[in-house]
């Protein structure tokens, strides 16, 4: 069992940056892969980005390449995400999933846990 907890959202005026945390519970998070969603009102959840187990392979999809970075610290069972030049469309909760495979990174369905989410607003 894992439990994840996201903090570092907030309001930020476009162009800025945020940096989300997630932290989990239990002492297997390595064996984990780690994923970021978003899911804006009325819309559906949407892939933000993935990082493998050890952190050597990442995946985002190519409308957030070079703006997002994913990483993680398995020493403090905390992934990262950091987020540049925001837009108004980035506006979402944000909510960090963990995964026991590595196979389809950006299908919210490979996730076995879940936090609860993290509102970031992005102000014009």
């Known amino acids: 069992q894992v439990q994840l907890v996201e903090s570092g959202g907030g309001l930020v005026q476009a162009g800025g940056s945020l940096r989300l945390s997630c932290a989990a519970s239990?002492?297997?998070?390595?064996?984990?892969?780690m994923g970021w969603f978003r899911q804006a009102p009325g819309k559906e959840r949407e892939f933000v980005a993935a990082i493998s187990w050890g952190g050597g392979t990442t995946y985002f999809p190519d409308s957030l390449k070079g703006r997002f970075t994913i990483s993680r610290d398995n020493a403090k069972n905390t992934v990262y995400l950091q987020m540049n030049s925001l837009k108004r469309e980035d506006t979402a909760v944000y909510y960090c999933a963990a995964a026991n495979r590595y196979q389809n990174p950006s299908n919210a369905l490979q996730y076995d846990y879940w936090g609860q989410g993290t509102q970031v607003t992005v102000s014009s």
């Open positions: 239990g002492r297997t998070f390595s064996s984990y892969a």
